[in-house]
């Protein structure tokens, strides 16, 4: 069964819980909470593609759909920056002291949000295509 919609209504959903922790001061969850929502878009395209999307990396998914569809640097360096809040955002051995929400910024918050919805919008325009 075709889910496209159900992935892209989860991304969506995580760009305002993204939204909202930025608002209310919980910055590593925000960031977090961004890096979902692209990863999510990203599994929708494949899922309406009819393709399996393995990993979290919105990174890699998004090189996978470079085979078919033109991604832009820009949308690339996106990525990797969202993919740099998978793990520490959760996770205080991922940082040499304190605990993760010390370590990250409203700006951050910020930048990886924008991220998130430029990638969205990319992949919404795939996915209005095919």
Known sequence: MERSKDWMDEAEGDLEHAKSDMERGFYNWACFSAQQSAEKAAKAVFQKMGAE?????????????SKKHQVSEELMD?????????????????????????????????????????????????????
Request: glycine share 4%; with cysteine.
């Open 53 to 65: 999307a393995w990993g979290h990396s919105v990174a890699d998914l998004l090189k996978e759909l």
């Open 78 to 130: 996106a990525a990797y920056e969202l993919d740099k809040a998978y793990i520490p955002t959760r996770y205080p051995n991922a940082h040499p002291t304190g605990a993760p929400r010390s370590r990250y910024t409203k700006g951050e918050a910020r930048r990886l949000i924008e991220d998130a919805e430029d990638i969205i919008r990319f992949c919404s325009d795939i996915l209005s295509k095919i």
